[in-house]
């Protein structure tokens, strides 16, 4: 299977990942932001896309906010992230994300297909995403793979890794 990728680079340290999206449905389509949300199990459309889009209902279901619990309708629809990695028939249920200045909020159900990172070296936050899944990232392990090969010493050469 071939892969999908795109990289947010902000101009500073940001404290919300938000990404240009289009969302898709019966041959509407809307250009709108995205909030990127580990701590939301589920995708949410605001209720001004959704109505802009015309989406008629698959169901209903509870959905869980800081709010509460309340119940809601649920649609397909296409998402196209940056860069076009485009995600078909994304089950989201509509909420009031719309006061947030955001069309969708992306949660774990399109995070958990792929690697999600996010960087602040040198006060710049870079994001990036890519599908699927190709391996671990395990910061961990680095460093403790960095420590193991050693500083350099002596004439600038490195101490041999142990194996």
Known sequence: MMGSAFTVKYKNITQ????????????NSIQSKALWDTGATDCCISKQVANSL???PTGRTNIQTPSGTMETNTYLVDIKLPN???INDVLVADSEIGA?????????????????AVGN????????????SVGVTDYVKQIKASNIIGKPHGKGKRKKKIT
């Open 100 to 116: 947030q200045q955001i069309g969708l909020l992306i949660g774990m159900n399109i995070i958990s297909q792929g690697d999600l």
């Open 16 to 27: 919300k990942l938000t990404t240009d999206i289009e969302i898709t449905n019966n041959g």
């Open 121 to 132: 070296h040198s006060n710049v936050t870079t994001f990036s995403f890519r599908m699927p």
């Open 54 to 56: 015309a989406l008629v």
């Open 84 to 86: 076009d990695v485009k």
